[in-house]
């Protein structure tokens, strides 16, 4: 068994330390620091549901007419290493369902990162990408 001298030890525990460290210092996905804010339009998705709505989460506010939920929608959406305004994988099969002349984008900051994510209903799989961020994004009743 190899012997470990004073100074190897300290150094062992100086590079587990560092270690720890890095693990540890990975910064909360949702902090009052974040900057979370997003800028939200919808269009053609009906006249009382139509517009430009400004969101901040973190704590919450702006003027999206539901912002509270709509962070929630957004939070349960985010995972650690993924992209959470994602578009659909290109390849992905679909239904050839319809639903609407709706789109939305979504531009600002979450996490830390720049979002530019644009939405639509065009088949099955734009739709449920929508849905998944009800209420952020209109509820169209799929």
Known sequence: MPQVTSGGLRRLVV???ASLAAVTSIPAAHSSASGDHLTVTVRHAGDDRDGTYEL???P???SHPRAEEACRAV???T???RDTFAPVPEG???TMRYGGPATAHVTGTWSGRPVDA???RSNGCQ???WDRFVPLLPDLGT
């Open 60 to 62: 919450d506010g702006g």
């Open 75 to 77: 939070d349960r959406n």
């Open 79 to 81: 995972r650690w290493g």
């Open 56 to 58: 901040r989460c973190h």
């Open 92 to 94: 992905e099969v679909c």
């Open 118 to 120: 644009t939405y639509d």
């Open 127 to 129: 739709i449920a990408r």
């Open 15 to 17: 590079t587990a330390a």
